[in-house]
């Protein structure tokens, strides 16, 4: 089955966010519990989110196990606590695709959005640590709102995957 859209390229600028680190193994269901987390953070120090929640995925493929963070954009850098990191999304030129189908289907769409860069010849940012395979930007943002939406059917998540400064060479 097909969930993507035909990918494009965009530029971003950083930005700022907020943000909790997490493992997970496969699903990313336990990400709206981490937003909303991360959204009572945010009102409880009377910052409001600049833009949509995200996941953000540094490690997909250790040990059955991916490193994520699951975080809302700010307006500035704010101090972070001991749950809760504060950073900068990368700012650059990213393979954007928009995923539109169940969340458990997500991977689908992740996945080929890689087979378009490798199939495009284009390059993602991404750096190695000893075996492990780390992204520099490999992004997914809820168009849907998690902790609105019910139905599982027809979520919109926006991909975004960080290409290497040089892929216009």
């Known amino acids: 089955m097909h969930y993507m ?3 494009t ?3 971003r600028g950083e930005q700022p966010y907020v943000g909790i680190t997490a493992r997970i193994s496969g699903h990313i269901g336990q990400a709206p519990d981490l937003a909303a987390e991360v959204l009572s953070w945010l009102s409880a120090r009377n910052e409001s989110p600049a833009g949509l929640p995200f996941i953000r995925f ?3 493929d250790d040990n059955d196990q991916r490193l994520i963070e699951v975080g809302i954009p700010t307006k500035k ?7 809760i990191l504060s950073g900068y999304l990368p700012g650059g030129d990213f393979a954007h695709a928009i995923h539109i189908g169940p969340p458990e289907q997500f991977w689908v769409s992740a996945d080929a959005l890689v087979g378009w860069l490798e199939r495009e010849g284009l390059s993602a940012a991404l750096r190695y640590e000893a075996e492990t395979k780390i992204w520099d930007g490999h992004m997914a943002f809820f168009v849907t709102d998690p902790l609105e939406k019910k ?3 027809d979520w919109a998540i ?4 960080l290409l290497l400064a040089d892929h216009a060479a």
Do not use: Y
Not at 77 to 83: G, I, N, P
Not at 158 to 161: D, G, I, K, N, S
């Open 9 to 11: 390229i965009e530029a």
């Open 58 to 60: 540094w490690c997909l």
């Open 151 to 153: 139905s599982n059917d």
């Open 5 to 7: 859209n035909e990918p």
């Open 77 to 83: 850098l704010l101090a972070e606590d001991q749950r």
């Open 158 to 161: 926006e991909l975004f995957v």
